[in-house]
């Protein structure tokens, strides 16, 4: 695993491959807290059809296109919980607002990280408002044995409840001699004998009803 100062992989695994990555620097790997910072200009890989348009809902063979950053974020990965926080600047290095990914943390990798979101998504303002983003995708992920859904939104309940809100990162500022990051090598193997990167409560039926 690369230390601090690293470019890292963070990647959505589904079924046993990369849905997306994301190339960051890695900032902060402690027992509770990893600190990701992925600048505008961050390349990215995502999802895509034969049309080009982004693919929302997993499926076993993903086609992967570029993307590049539009905004400087830092990712808290939080060991153990079924969440990420992700903090927002907009231009000119002012803080614009939190993103709550709802994932399940797979396993730190040769690379980097890797989790699988589960679509569900949650955006607070610094004056404290509440806007949650991709129900309906969270619940189709459902519909499809994908995600648990009743988990997913406990999770979500118990991070509004804690309100971990402002998180201490904030007035973050990265050393202005960091070059932009970019994908390790290996970025994209994933072991085909890990199982921990497989939905154990998805059923064969529910894998079958998956679209192409």
């Not at 080009?52 to 063979?61: C, Q, T």
Request: aromatic share 10%; proline share 9%.
């Amino acid at each position: 695993m690369a230390g601090t100062g690293s470019d890292v992989a963070l990647r959505d695994i589904w079924f046993g491959r990369v849905w997306r990555a994301n190339a960051a620097r890695l900032v902060e790997d402690g027992d509770g807290l990893v600190a990701l910072w992925m600048p505008a200009g961050s390349p990215a890989k995502y999802p895509v059809d034969a049309n080009g348009a982004e693919v929302r809902v997993p499926n076993p063979e993903p086609v992967l296109a570029d993307r590049v950053g539009s905004q400087d974020l830092l990712a808290l990965l939080l060991p153990g919980r079924r969440h990420s926080i992700w903090l927002h600047w907009a231009g000119g290095g002012v803080f614009d607002y939190w993103y709550v990914n709802f994932e399940r943390p797979l396993d730190r990798t040769p690379v980097g990280f890797d989790m699988a979101d589960e679509k569900l998504d949650l955006i607070v303002t610094p004056d404290g408002s509440l806007r949650w983003k991709d129900e309906d995708e969270l619940e189709h992920a459902a519909e499809l044995g994908l995600v648990d859904e009743a988990a997913v939104r406990a999770e979500a309940e118990r991070v509004v409840a804690e309100w971990p809100f402002p998180t201490g990162w904030e007035d973050f500022r990265p050393d202005p001699a960091w070059p932009i990051p970019q994908l390790p090598a290996g970025w994209d193997a994933v072991p085909p004998v890990d199982e921990k990167l497989q939905f154990r409560h998805r059923s064969d039926d529910a894998a079958d009803a998956l679209p192409d």
